[in-house]
């Protein structure tokens, strides 16, 4: 059964730092893996997705990783801004069917004016 | 464009009483459509899937049902709602075509309160 777990639970950090939210699961076998945000009371938006056969994507200041032989994603955040606060869910999909995501718990990121 | 809107934003319920939950996906065609749920404390879980209209997969056992009457509609349902059916739905809408490296679209959730 795969299962996905997000490292630190929640961070704040002043703004402008850059920082990397992790993500790692136990199956290797995923099609792809996307980077969600997600604010107060809100739905999901997607961020990244990476194609497993694939090893970065980068959009704006955001770049997520997937190192899939060892179960590993980071999503690196450049130059952070107030704005950016949010809770940050990594997913991976199953092998077979439809888009089923299996997601992580989230990091719930706070920057700091 | 592609738009999901799903509604209500809100809803308190008595233990009992039924549920409907409603989804629309308007600007594409034959999507992938989902129902998950986020409980308080725990990461998203996904409760039903659908590649087309009639076709509905359960994920795991629980008081809920799905219906997908149209193309793009998907509604979730229950006779009677236990306390521990409160949560965060989400629906969510892919491409579909056997393409499994499509982005999932979210709509902006229900929280539902059982009380």
């Known amino acids: 059964k795969q299962e996905v777990t997000q490292i630190p639970a929640a961070l704040s950090v002043p703004e402008g730092e850059n920082l990397v939210l992790n993500c790692s699961f136990t199956?290797?076998?995923?099609?792809?893996l996307q980077w969600f945000r997600q604010d107060p009371g809100k739905g999901l938006t997607s961020l990244l997705l990476?194609?497993?056969?694939?090893r970065e994507q980068t959009s704006g200041r955001l770049n997520a990783s997937l190192d899939k032989s060892s179960g590993r994603s980071t999503l690196y955040i450049a130059a952070s801004q107030p704005g950016d606060s949010a809770t940050y869910l990594c997913a991976v999909s199953r092998i077979q069917g439809a888009q089923k995501l299996v997601f992580g718990q989230g990091t719930r990121l706070t920057i700091n004016p | 464009s592609q738009t999901i809107h799903q509604w209500p934003a809100t809803l308190v319920q008595p233990v009992g009483s039924p549920l409907s939950l409603e989804c629309t996906v308007e600007?594409?065609?034959?999507?992938?459509l989902y129902w998950y749920r986020q409980a308080a404390g725990r990461g998203l879980q996904l409760l039903f899937y659908s590649v087309g209209i009639g076709q509905i997969s359960s994920e795991v056992p629980q008081n809920l049902s799905a219906s997908r009457p149209q193309d793009r509609q998907f509604i979730l349902s229950s006779k009677k709602l236990l306390l521990s059916d409160s949560g965060f739905y989400l629906c969510?809408?892919?491409?579909?075509?056997?393409?499994?490296?499509?982005?999932?679209?979210f709509g902006s959730g229900t929280q539902l309160s059982v009380l």
């Open positions: 199956d290797s076998a995923i099609y792809n």
């Open positions: 969510a809408w892919s491409l579909a075509q056997r393409r499994n490296n499509e982005k999932l679209f």
């Open positions: 600007g594409t065609s034959n999507p992938n």
């Open positions: 990476i194609q497993s056969s694939q």
